[in-house]
Each structure stands twice: as C-alpha cells, then as structure tokens.
C-alpha cells in the first residue's frame, strides 16, 4: 500500500513581535493504490485553511494580557463575593434563632476574633445587625467592582475582535 501525502501550512514570522496567519496542514491532495481486492472509500482531502494575515503588536498583546488579568480577577471576585454571601446568610439565621429565644435574659456567647464572649439578646443582635450591615456593604463594594471590569472586558472584546475577528477567542469555557 503506497500513500502520498502532501501538506501545506500558513508562514508564521518568529523572532518579533508579529506573528503572521494560522498555522495550518491540510492535505492538499493525496491517492493510494493497493492490490487488494477488497474496496475501500476513497480518502477525501481536507479543506484549506485560510491564511490570513494578522500582524499582532505590542499594544494589541498588552490588550490581551489586559482581558486575561482582568477576566481572572473577575472569577476571584465572583468566588469572594459567594464567600461573603454564604457568611452574610449564616448571620441572618443567626438573627433569626435569636428572636426565637424565649429567654431575654440568657446570655449568648459571640465570637470576636478567636475568643467568645457573652452578650444579653438585644446586645448581640445589635452585633449581629452592624455584621450584617458591613458584610452588605463589602458585598455591593465587590459587585461593583466587578460591573466596572466587566465594562472594561466589553471595550476590549470590541476592540480585539474588530482587529482579529475570529482569530481570536474572548468567550469563557464553561466548563
């Protein structure tokens, strides 16, 4: 059995900071030949790819590592910011089994820190609420910052994909 494969690729300057097209290989044509008797489809070659140029600056690969920053910081924020939801509705319940208590004069321990301390009822509520109020606070300050890189991502999408079109990727794996 005899194949003959040809290939062709994309030229792709190193050495600077251009880079040039996709590299690609396709089979630009191929045949084979055997003395079996038996058929077999015949191989089909493979589209060409496209060899666009695209000459990457300085500038551009600054934009690029600008999303990748900025697209990573949102995913730490996001993952904060469910942190601090987590710990505001654990407060929340606590406010909750507090008006529940019957008791007005049991003394509740509070964690500050590493240590407990005892408070009455309304004390520790009163705790409990400027907790949560700071902790909302800290969560709008989070969620803030993020809408503003988003806005910033958007920009810079705009910007690439008009330069690279569909050379470039921007979009997230969700995986």
Excluded: W
């Excluded at 494969?5 to 600077?16: D, K, P, Q």
């Excluded at 097209?21 to 015949?42: F, V």
């Excluded at 697209?71 to 730490?76: A, D, G, L, V």
């Amino acid at each position: 059995m005899n194949y003959f494969f040809l290939f062709t690729a994309a030229f792709v300057a190193c050495g600077s900071s251009q880079a040039r097209g996709q590299i690609g290989a396709a089979p630009a044509g191929l045949s084979h030949s055997h003395s079996n008797a038996r058929s077999e489809p015949p191989l089909q070659p493979l589209p060409q790819l496209a060899a666009e140029d695209v000459n990457v600056t300085f500038e551009d690969q600054q934009k690029i590592n600008k999303f990748a920053r900025n697209t990573s910081r949102i995913t730490e924020l996001k993952e904060e910011i469910e942190v601090k939801k987590k710990q505001l509705q654990n407060l929340e319940d606590a406010c909750e089994d507090i008006m529940l208590a019957d008791d007005d004069c049991l003394m509740i321990p509070y964690q500050i820190g590493d240590v407990f301390i005892s408070h009455s009822q309304e004390e520790t509520q009163e705790m409990l609420e400027e907790a949560k109020k700071n902790l909302q606070e800290e969560i709008d300050a989070l969620e803030s910052r993020v809408a503003s890189i988003q806005r910033v991502l958007a920009d810079l999408k705009v910007q690439l994909y008009a330069k690279f079109g569909s050379n470039i990727n921007l979009e997230a794996d969700e995986s």
